[in-house]
């Protein structure tokens, strides 16, 4: 399945706080589906706005933590969410399969949109 790849063009609030699983530059939890293969669930469409899961695509990123006392708490582990992205006309999308959806939107309408 391809979907869109949109992303956040600036950092979104949450009860009056930055949220930064929604940051500038980081993809959108919604996406539009642009082309299925033959194997995609037969309840998506072309077109459908759905909610990806990014569980299979979070990768470890180890740092140096240089002030720590102990040798054990050197290495520091973040996560970050790396999707596979394709260029198909110049415009990036997402090349995800259908176990990676969490839901199908059936109605999102202009007060349900994400800023």
Do not use: W
Request: aromatic fraction near 10%; charged fraction near 35%.
């Amino acid at each position: 399945m391809i979907t869109t790849a949109e992303k956040y063009d600036s950092f979104q609030m949450k009860d009056g706080i930055i949220d930064t699983s929604k940051a500038e530059g980081e993809i959108k939890e919604f996406q539009r589906i642009v082309a299925l293969g033959p194997g995609a669930y037969e309840a998506l469409n072309v077109g459908d706005i759905v909610m990806i899961n990014p569980r299979d695509y979070m990768v470890p990123v180890h740092s140096m933590r240089e002030n720590s006392v102990f040798e054990k708490d050197k290495d520091e582990v973040s996560y970050e969410v790396r999707f596979p992205v394709i260029d198909i006309d110049g415009q990036e999308c997402l090349f995800l399969y259908d176990r990676d959806l969490d839901l199908i939107v059936d109605e999102f309408g202009p007060e349900d949109e994400e800023e």
